[in-house]
């Protein structure tokens, strides 16, 4: 755990499990790094990745959360990334065009050590290509993928995701509401 801080801290990226699929992540608030996923993922710019915190405070230090948005958190079985609108202290690069941002609050133990270790919040997006399809397990994962981070955690490499994804709703801060995936 003590190597994949001080990667993160240093401006780096890794391949992790998450709550639902493999994902590519990195300091959520570094601009390099985030950039450096764009590239590794071939990307476009202007389409907006999700971060995920590892606890209400962390949430509520970054978006006003609606009353709306606790109520799913907590009656979801599945995990649930939620977009919120106008987010504090996140580089541009990461947020939508219309500047929200989707965030999860992982449920996972090994996210959630990792994100309070670092104490920041990380980016998690597939660890796949644009376009192709996203890795259910370590195994999926291309080679060419593997090489281009500077890590590929341990844990869970032989685990198979019980979800393809998180459900991914928009709420905004009048409590409107919109599935943006099941």
Request: hydrophobic share 35%; charged share 30%; aromatic share 6%.
């Amino acid at each position: 755990m003590e190597k994949i801080i001080e990667i993160l801290k240093s401006g780096g990226t890794i391949l992790y499990p998450t709550d639902t699929i493999w994902g590519i992540g990195c300091d959520a608030t570094n601009v390099e790094a985030v950039n450096k996923i764009f590239e590794i993922k071939k990307r476009e710019k202007n389409k907006s990745m999700i971060i995920l915190v590892e606890s209400e405070k962390r949430l509520q230090d970054l978006v006003d959360v609606p009353e709306m948005a606790w109520e799913i958190i907590d009656l979801s079985e599945k995990p649930v990334t939620i977009v919120y609108e106008n987010p504090r202290g996140l580089p541009k690069e990461l947020l939508a065009e219309d500047g929200s941002i989707g965030i999860r609050l992982v449920k996972n133990d090994f996210c959630k050590k990792l994100i309070s270790k670092l104490n920041r919040p990380i980016v998690s997006t597939s660890a796949n290509f644009s376009g192709d399809k996203s890795p259910m397990k370590f195994s999926d994962i291309s080679s060419e993928m593997v090489n281009l981070v500077d890590y590929a955690v341990e844990e869970d490499r032989e685990k198979v995701s019980k979800y393809s994804g998180s459900s991914v709703i928009k709420i905004w801060n009048d409590n409107r509401i919109k599935v943006l995936r099941e």
